[in-house]
């Protein structure tokens, strides 16, 4: 009877793996993400490639990000969701700026807005305005739109919803890329 009823359960269990759209996917992301890792997305030199207005920063173009592990973020303060997760992103910036580059770029935005935000919440987290075009492989269809980028290019996490950034899964990825 004991025998019957683990044959049952595992037979439903393995029914659920199969069968059910998505639970597949999040297990392999769960137990074997090198898997992911490898099968990454690469950013071209040519997809690094824009022009960066700094708002609470220097000015740059984010070339100068390439060949290093970036949290490239695309957001606006016109965005709810966006707004919602701009703690924790503050939260893993400081506690990450050092083994991350961070790279927010408020998109659709007027600079004295950005910066009014900022200076309202006290956020430090470098932002920046795009002055030229943004490759499709990266451009936003929704917002917000986070990549972790590690060094080698490689698109390891894509984001397009809110998070909170400041887990311990998002902390274990910086660990992993930066070694």
Same mark, same amino acid.
């Given at each position: 009877m004991k025998k019957n009823? %683990?044959?049952?359960?595992? +037979?439903?269990?393995?029914?659920? %793996?199969?069968?059910? #759209?998505g639970v597949k996917e999040y297990l392999k992301d769960q137990f074997f993400p090198i898997a992911t890792i490898e099968n990454a997305v690469h950013v071209s030199e040519e997809d690094y490639d824009i022009e960066l207005k700094g708002i609470n920063v220097p000015s740059t173009n984010?070339?100068? =990000?390439?060949?290093k592990p970036v949290f490239l973020n695309f957001w606006g303060t016109w965005c709810p969701p966006c707004r919602k997760e701009w703690p924790s992103i503050q939260k893993l910036y400081d506690s990450r700026k050092g083994n991350v580059d =961070?790279?927010? +770029?408020?998109?659709?935005? $007027?600079?004295?807005?950005?910066? $009014?935000?900022l200076k309202e919440n006290n956020?430090?987290?470098?932002?920046?305005?795009?002055?030229? #075009?943004?490759?499709?492989?990266?451009l936003p269809?929704?917002? #917000?739109?986070? =990549?972790?980028?590690?060094?080698h290019g490689r698109i390891? +996490? $894509?984001?397009?919803?809110?998070?909170?950034?400041?887990?311990?899964?998002?902390?274990? =990825?910086?660990?992993? +890329?930066?070694?």
């Open positions: 009823i %683990i044959y049952l359960v595992l +037979i439903i269990i393995i029914g659920v %793996i199969a069968f059910v #759209p984010l070339k100068t =990000f390439k060949n =961070f790279v927010l +770029i408020a998109m659709n935005d $007027k600079e004295e807005d950005v910066k $009014k935000f956020y430090s987290v470098p932002v920046y305005i795009a002055q030229s #075009p943004i490759s499709e492989k990266i269809k929704v917002f #917000p739109t986070t =990549f972790l980028i590690d060094q390891i +996490i $894509k984001e397009d919803a809110s998070r909170d950034w400041n887990t311990e899964t998002v902390h274990q =990825f910086i660990d992993n +890329i930066i070694k």
